[in-house]
């Protein structure tokens, strides 16, 4: 298994307060990948990273910011938390011109 | 743009049963087409994929067939077991800048003994 851990794994918050989610990984992968899954619409991008200090948008990314400063970390921020954001979020990692994306186990948050 | 259409769920089947999960994409250019598995509580796990037209992927028994010509990519496998119960996700990689990933929505599969 590739090496991919996110944390916390689970959290409960209230509407308005700040969250950030972290992603660390082993492999020195290049590319990082944020992700939330919500029933009836699978996975979709959030955020993206294809390099230190590197970031773009993916399709769902309104209400998030991300960070990346190091190659191993992307951090993933609701500046001010809502229900609508109420999902489980998943990280994943790539090389460039690879054709295999690896997850992690995901974190759950709920806002309340 | 790019985007994958899997069959709606739920799933379930006995156990031995012979499964088909459909996966049709649409896509610019060339891209390599995935399923991904998640057992409940975990991660997405790759569980095969295909690069071009006409390669068939397979892995603990399942195969799936890239078919240019239908756009289509199912999954199949002819005798599943209890331990098969999972999330399978059908998806396709546009191999372009920052390798973007375009996920169907899900197909919950229940075998039941």
């Known amino acids: 298994d590739a090496g991919i851990t996110q944390s916390p794994r689970h959290k409960v918050t209230e509407t308005g307060t700040p969250v950030t989610l972290r992603c660390h990984q082993t492999?020195?992968?290049?590319?990082m990948y944020w992700y939330r899954q919500d029933p009836g619409h699978g996975l979709r991008l959030i955020h993206y990273s294809y390099g230190v200090k590197d970031t773009d948008k993916g399709e769902v990314s309104d209400g998030y910011s991300v960070s990346r400063s190091k190659t191993e970390d992307f951090l993933l921020t609701l500046e001010s938390a809502t229900s609508s954001q109420t999902s489980v979020y998943f990280c994943?990692?790539?090389?460039?011109?690879?054709?295999?994306?690896?997850f992690g186990p995901g974190t759950r948050l709920t806002v309340l | 743009g790019n985007s994958v259409t899997q069959m709606e769920g739920p799933v379930t089947l006995s156990e031995e049963a012979f499964l088909t999960i459909n996966c049709t994409y649409t896509a610019t250019g060339y891209p390599s087409l995935f399923w991904y598995v998640q057992y409940p509580g975990e991660g997405l796990q790759l569980l095969l994929k295909a690069t071009k037209a006409d390669d068939k992927g397979s892995n603990k028994g399942f195969e799936a067939t890239y078919r240019k010509e239908t756009t289509s990519f199912h999954l199949e496998k002819g005798s599943v077991q209890v331990s098969d119960s999972a999330v399978y996700f059908c998806?396709?990689?546009?191999?372009?800048?920052?390798?973007?990933?375009?996920f169907g929505t899900g197909t919950s599969l229940t075998v039941i003994p």
């Open positions: 492999e020195n992968h290049r590319y």
């Open positions: 994943a990692i790539s090389e460039p011109r690879a054709d295999t994306q690896y």
């Open positions: 998806a396709l990689s546009d191999r372009g800048g920052g390798n973007q990933f375009y």
